[in-house]
């Protein structure tokens, strides 16, 4: 691909990843939830790195030298940022200081190995980068640095791996916490961790390819990482401004903390195995938690959780849990999503309703229309549309 059209895609993609990371820091602002800051500033350090690649294939690395190299070793930053962004989501403390900065300890210590190259003149630069751009034939770096490069991305790997750990635990348990879309944000962001795990092992084999068995050049091997990075800024885009405030209580982390402990064991009563709850008084609570959530109408509020739930109700989270799961065979998922439909259901099916289904969906407790049509495909096995549509006939 020429240089030039891989300089305008590149430079489209520095634009967009900015524009990502100013829209993620500012929505923090209006939610007064700052746990998406993490990620607009992952967003920030890779429009940085497209910035630097679509300079230098525009040939405007002379008049931007200055502005360009100022921070080796990014990849060693992108780990942590996704991993205190994940650690936020799913409930974790937030880290102290000294904590964060243990964990940017090695891209600190490259930052200052690399310094000297940061501070050069701007000739030096230019030199420097008309050297990168002159490199069309297959070059082997030293063996010191090709371990270096491996050990970066092994650390970012790392990362990765830790943060599609914290999702697991979350997304195992999401429909008896939640009745809202935050399982397919969590997927979501499972295939984000999972993608950029992939790009690493991808750079890696053909980082060893062109090191030990001359296959392309290192440009080659840069190229393909930024490209691939292009695409994942795209759907970065698209998961985190969905739900830029999804957000684990303390109450839900220490719930999931407590559920992925016991569940290891594979007994099917191990999840409440500490609870004294008998048949008897399950029954009770689930009557009364029905005549609570109807008569309150609970269930219209589209941010309801198990926990808020059982703050509403009296009923501690870890026994309304037992209740929903053991005494009504359901989850909260389902519960309350039920109770949703009915509710839409109702205004669907009165004549003097004429709101549209997006509208239904919002005054029936739904944040949005695709948990809203998900919902009311698994209750009622057919869209809210047909449903709609077959009433309007029958009418």
């Not at 967009?16 to 820091?25: D, E, G, K, P, T």
């Not at 209006?30 to 790195?49: E, P």
Request: charged residues 15%; aromatic residues 12%.
């Amino acid at each position: 691909m020429p240089q030039t059209v891989l300089g305008v895609i590149y430079f489209i993609a520095f634009s967009h990843a900015l524009m990502l990371a100013i829209s993620l820091w500012r929505k923090t602002k209006l939610t007064n939830i700052t746990t998406a800051k993490w990620l607009a500033l992952v967003c920030l350090i890779i429009s940085y790195k497209l910035f630097e690649a679509g300079a230098l294939y525009l040939g405007l690395y002379p008049h931007l030298a200055h502005f360009m190299d100022l921070l080796p070793g990014e990849v060693l930053l992108i780990g942590p940022l996704v991993f205190i962004y994940i650690s936020l989501v799913v409930g974790e403390e937030k880290p102290k200081t000294y904590q964060l900065i243990l964990h940017f300890i090695p891209a600190m210590s490259l930052w200052c190995y690399n310094a000297p190259s940061v501070f050069q003149s701007l000739d030096a630069k230019v030199t420097m980068w008309q050297f990168v751009l002159s490199q069309t034939e297959a070059r082997v770096i030293p063996l010191k640095f090709v371990l270096l490069f491996l050990a970066i991305k092994t650390h970012l790997s790392i990362y990765l791996f830790l943060s599609w750990q914290h999702i697991q635990k979350f997304e195992t348990v999401c429909n008896a916490l939640r009745a809202d879309n935050s399982k397919a944000v969590l997927k979501q962001l499972t295939f984000l961790v999972v993608s950029l795990f992939l790009l690493e092992l991808v750079w890696v084999g053909l980082f060893i390819g062109q090191q030990f068995f001359a296959i392309g050049t290192l440009a080659l091997v840069s190229d393909i990482w930024l490209l691939f990075i292009a695409v994942i800024i795209l759907a970065i885009g698209y998961i985190a401004l969905q739900k830029t405030d999804l957000l684990m209580s303390k109450e839900e982390h220490a719930l999931i903390q407590q559920n992925y402990s016991e569940n290891k064991d594979d007994s099917s009563n191990i999840k409440y195995f500490h609870s004294a709850l008998s048949e008897q008084q399950s029954n009770h609570v689930a009557k009364h938690l029905e005549q609570q959530i109807k008569a309150k109408q609970l269930y219209l509020n589209d941010k309801l959780t198990l926990t808020t739930l059982a703050h509403e109700t009296d009923i501690k989270a870890h026994t309304l849990s037992q209740v929903i799961n053991q005494s009504m065979q359901t989850n909260f998922y389902r519960l309350i999503n039920g109770y949703r439909i009915q509710h839409a259901i109702s205004l669907i099916d009165d004549p003097s309703v004429h709101w549209p289904l997006e509208r239904i969906a919002f005054e029936s407790g739904f944040a949005n229309r695709v948990t809203f049509s998900k919902a009311f495909k698994e209750i009622m096995g057919q869209t809210a549309s047909e449903y709609k549509k077959q009433r309007q006939q029958a009418g």
